[in-house]
């Protein structure tokens, strides 16, 4: 009923660039916070960037000055444009969303299913 889908994951190498997408779908009335997850084998999941309503951005230490996060509020998605790209940025990329809903109106947090980016040395 209510998704986030991802795209543009994929296999580069270590200085090069991707660019993630996720697109939210539903009946929806605004969407707040979102922002991009990852977690690589072995690991927990962290954060890497989100971005308010507002375009209020937060990225983490390990990820700022290469990837930036952006979103489209008219069509419901958010981007994440990552450069010099490193093997250690290798893991499964998440989308995440907070929505309010119609029908009832009420507020729903969503995961997208993830899209693997593999940087290789």
């Known amino acids: 009923q209510f998704q986030l889908v991802e795209s543009g994951g994929g296999l580069v190498q270590a200085g090069g660039s991707l660019r993630l997408s996720c697109a939210a779908s539903g009946s929806i009335f605004s969407i707040n916070v979102m922002g991009w997850y990852r977690q690589a084998p072995g690991k927990q999941r962290e954060l890497v960037a989100t971005i308010t309503s507002g375009n209020s951005t937060r990225t983490a230490d390990s990820v700022k000055g290469r990837f930036t996060i952006s979103r489209d509020n008219a069509k419901n998605t958010v981007y994440l444009q990552m450069n010099s790209l490193k093997p250690e940025d290798t893991a499964f990329y998440y989308c995440?969303?907070?929505?309010?809903?119609?029908?009832?109106?009420?507020?729903?947090?969503?995961w997208g299913q993830g899209t693997l980016v593999t940087v290789s040395s």
């Open positions: 995440n969303a907070g929505l309010v809903v119609r029908n009832p109106v009420r507020y729903l947090e969503v």
